[in-house]
């Protein structure tokens, strides 16, 4: 199926668009003829804006108050009658998995920077540069572990392994959870995908509902281990450990309490451990298909920052984030009512004509490069240093020990139009020794 | 005319510094501080470049 070039029929919301490169046609079309695009909706999801241009995106970035994520941000969310029902013919599982906590990513000022300061310390620059070494001995571990062997899947012996081991230390989960930690974010994050979808009868998986399933079986499995870490902190708190930083934590003199905790748990590891690997694959692959750019960089590795940040641009992991519309306002010349549902896509305004030149160009020197992967102002990604330094040490480390690696097959990609996602990319190399 | 960095915003990226170092300098409690009291008109520029590109939209002119 061609991208469809009539833009009143685009839906941006099918997840199949981005099974292939076929999304970016479409954001270039919209971008061009309706940068703040109307999409009606379906029977259980609302309709929604698509704002597909940088400087629009700044604006409700830079307006927490206006654009609210209290709300949600992922997706255009569920119809309030279509919520009802669900919940009708399942409130046990329905009320387990909404949790009804928000973390910070779905809290609005003035509360939500009273919480992001709660760990924010953990995260900046200097606490990121302080973890080098340790980052860059986790690597090499983990490249240790596929030296031998000339060919692996990169997702998941390379790319995933490293973000999952940062996050998981920092908040002092044993190393033999991480698989779990592994699998149950692919099930919530990558719920409409039918290979995460394992709970459920093959011949019914890739439904809308088979992901809800899916998303609702990975929170509830989260939630139930966090419990468990919470109790185990209160009775063996930690030194340097997040999770036992927050149980410590007050706001306004109040301790937290048991649902902001397990929120707050729950993404950290989650943000902390999908966007990362797939910034990392997404390198590797556009790397593998620009042989002159990687040659490049190979020569001179000093180039290694500047072609972290143009794969970042390239990929934008995070393809999008929702906001809700509080008063009437205008955007892109379009007016938007109090109460309408936005999403920002990432990958589009990081491709915009009108701030990069030749967007389409990979090039690991583009200057400048204020791409927005991690969005901007008030909740601009938490881990974004982490995210930088992870992708610059793997690289390094990656090209230093294997500078022939390049994919040998196609990789297969995530369907969602949330995570730019990669499950699979087979690579081969030559071995060491 | 003055400039602001809204400590509770900053978390330390240090763009202002690097834009405009003779207006931002980070601190050790990874936040920025202002070094002027007023923004000689010759550095406006610069400080608006600091102000476009704070991840976090922690710098404001005062008005």
Known sequence: ?433 | MKVKVDSDMCEGHGKCEMSAPEVFKLGEDDVSVVLVDEVPKALEEKVNRAIRLCPRQAIAWVK
């Open chain 1, 1 to 433: 199926m061609t991208a469809p070039t009539d833009v009143a029929s685009i839906n941006l919301n099918d997840p199949e668009l981005f099974l292939e490169d076929r999304f970016h046609e479409v954001f270039r079309i919209l971008r061009k003829e309706a940068p703040v695009h109307w999409n009606p909706g379906g029977e259980s999801w609302n309709g929604f804006w698509s704002i597909t241009k940088y400087e629009d995106v700044r604006f409700i970035s830079r307006n927490p108050e206006l654009f609210i994520s209290s709300k949600g941000i992922a997706g255009p969310g569920i119809r309030p009658e279509a919520l009802a029902a669900a919940l009708a013919a399942d409130p046990a599982a329905a009320a387990q998995a909404s949790g009804g906590n928000a973390s910070i990513i779905t809290m609005d000022p003035p509360r939500h920077v009273k919480m992001r300061r709660l760990v924010n310390k953990g995260f900046t620059p200097r606490a990121v540069n302080a973890m080098e070494d340790e980052i860059r001995q986790i690597t090499n571990d983990i490249l240790d572990k596929i030296a031998d062997r000339g060919e692996c899947d990169f997702v998941l012996e390379v790319a995933s392994q490293l973000p999952l081991a940062v996050i998981c230390g920092m908040m002092g989960i044993d190393q033999k959870d991480w698989p779990l930690m592994f699998d149950l974010t692919n099930k919530v994050l990558g719920s409409g995908d039918p290979e995460y979808q394992t709970d459920i009868p093959e011949d019914q998986r890739g439904t809308g509902e088979a992901s809800r399933q899916t998303a609702m079986s990975g929170v509830f499995q989260m939630m139930g281990f966090f419990n468990q870490a919470l109790a185990d902190r209160r009775a063996n708190p930690r030194e340097n450990d997040l999770i036992t930083i927050l149980l410590e934590s007050e706001i306004d003199g109040e301790k937290l309490t048991e649902g902001d905790l397990l929120a707050f748990c729950f993404l950290l590891i989650v943000a902390g451990n999908e966007t990362t690997r797939n910034a990392i694959s997404g390198g590797l692959q556009v790397l593998s298909e620009n042989p002159d750019q990687k040659q490049r960089l190979l020569n001179d590795m000093s180039l290694i920052e500047s072609a972290v940040e143009e794969i970042l641009r390239w990929v934008s992991p995070v393809q999008h984030m929702a906001r809700t519309v509080t008063a009437d306002v205008e955007v892109g010349g379009q007016m938007l009512k109090a109460g309408d549902r936005l999403i920002m896509w990432y990958g589009s305004v990081n491709r915009d004509e009108d701030i990069f030149e030749d967007p389409y160009r990979f090039d690991i020197t583009r200057s400048p490069n204020e791409h927005l992967a991690f969005g901007i102002g008030e909740h601009f990604c938490l881990g974004a240093g982490f995210a930088r330094k992870e992708l610059r040490v793997m690289f390094e480390e990656l090209f230093r020990r294997f500078p022939d690696i390049q994919m040998s097959g196609p990789a297969e990609r995530l369907r969602s139009n949330f995570i730019n996602g990669i499950k699979h990319l087979p690579v081969k190399y030559t071995p060491e020794r």
